[in-house]
Nanobody, 124 residues
Framework: QVQLVESGGGLVQAGDSLRLSCIAS????????VGWFRQAPGKEREFVAA??????????NYADSVRGRFTISRDNAKNTVYLQMNSLKPEDTAVYYC???????????????WGQGTQVTVSS
């Protein structure tokens, strides 16, 4: 069982930056791929970014809407995955969720473990 806790959300202005953190329980965090998803009011949850399992360099993947602005990274020693969000736009406003799976990363919402989410609000 893996428990995930997101933090770092908040209210910012367009153009600002935020860094979200996803802290996981357990001692084999490096064996899990982690994804970030988001859900805006009235919309379906969508893929944002993912980072593959492993140690050292690991592959990443991004939604087209955030590529070049968001960066996902992991620190397995701290059981933490980060989502650095730069040049935020009002359309980035959503609840952001991290998710983990003991397997390769995927853009699909087939992760086994999910956090409770953290709110990101970007004002224009």
């Amino acid at each position: 069982q893996v428990q995930l806790v997101e933090s770092g959300g908040g209210l910012v202005q367009a153009g600002d930056s935020l860094r979200l953190s996803c802290i996981a329980s357990g001692r084999t965090f490096g064996s899990y791929a982690v994804g970030w998803f988001r859900q805006a009011p009235g919309k379906e949850r969508e893929f944002v970014a993912a980072i593959d399992r492993g140690f050292g360099y690991t592959d990443t993947n991004y939604a087209d809407s955030v590529r070049g602005r968001f960066t996902i990274s992991r620190d397995n020693a701290k059981n933490t995955v980060y989502l650095q969000m730069n040049s935020l736009k009002p359309e980035d406003t959503a609840v952001y969720y991290c998710a983990a799976v003991r397997g390769p990363m995927t853009v699909r919402q087939t992760y086994d473990y999910w956090g409770q989410g953290t709110q990101v609000t970007v004002s224009s």
